[in-house]
Structure formats: structure tokens, C-alpha cells
């Protein structure tokens, strides 16, 4: 049975840290690229970095220079570290596996971001 469980969220001042952590189970991780996508009220499901099986990442220009993608196959885990955070980086944050053509697994529940003082 595939599962995708993200934690870490949290309530942060503008400037914070975040780290969210993903739990994959039910595929064979390390063979799948993954993603970090966010949803924010009112607004489509979006992806903000991604990283290869081999390890290559990309970012969202929103979030270039400020957050950062990992993996550890070993952990059948996926990281995204968040720094700076701002206001407009506020969202329920959701991993997933990456595919150009869209497939994607059951989504999780998320794991809520909020950047307020």
C-alpha cells in the first residue's frame, strides 16, 4: 500500500526555518523522483522543487536560494528545508513523486506552513 506522510509544518516568523520531512512507503523510493508541491487556499496545487532519483534538483523561482530538496534513499525519506520564509510561502505542503507527465501517487494530508508574526 502506497503512503506518503509529511510533518514538520509549523506556525514561523517571516525570516524562519521549516525542515518537512516525507515518509514514503509502498514504492521503491529510490528509483522514483520526487517532489515538494504546496497549496494555498484558494489556489491550484503547485510544485516547488523536485530531485532525481540521481539526485539533481530543481526549484520553483519562488523559492530559488531559499529552500533546498534532499533525499535520503535509505530512509525512503525526501526533506525540504525552508529558510526565509515569507508571508506568501504559507500553504499546506505535500510530497509526491514527479513525472513529466503528471502521474502522481494518493496524495498525504499535508503538512500545514504558516509565516506570520
Known amino acids: 500500500q502506497v503512503q506518503l506522510v509529511e510533518s514538520g509544518g509549523g506556525l514561523v516568523q517571516p525570516g524562519g526555518s521549516l525542515r518537512l520531512s516525507c515518509a514514503a512507503s509502498g514504492i521503491i523510493f529510490r528509483l522514483n523522483a520526487m517532489g515538494w508541491y504546496r497549496q494555498a487556499p484558494g489556489n491550484k496545487r503547485e510544485l516547488v522543487a523536485s530531485?532525481?532519483?540521481?539526485?539533481?534538483?530543481n526549484y520553483a523561482d519562488s523559492v530559488k536560494g531559499r529552500f533546498t530538496i534532499s533525499r535520503d534513499n535509505a530512509k525512503n525519506t525526501v526533506y525540504l528545508q525552508m529558510n526565509s520564509l515569507k508571508p506568501e510561502d504559507t500553504a499546506v505542503y505535500y510530497c509526491?513523486?514527479?513525472?513529466?507527465?503528471?502521474?502522481?501517487?494518493?496524495w498525504g494530508q499535508g503538512t500545514q506552513v504558516t509565516v506570520s508574526s
Open positions: 530531485i532525481s532519483s540521481a539526485g539533481r534538483t
Open positions: 509526491n513523486v514527479k513525472y513529466d507527465s503528471g502521474f502522481t501517487l494518493p
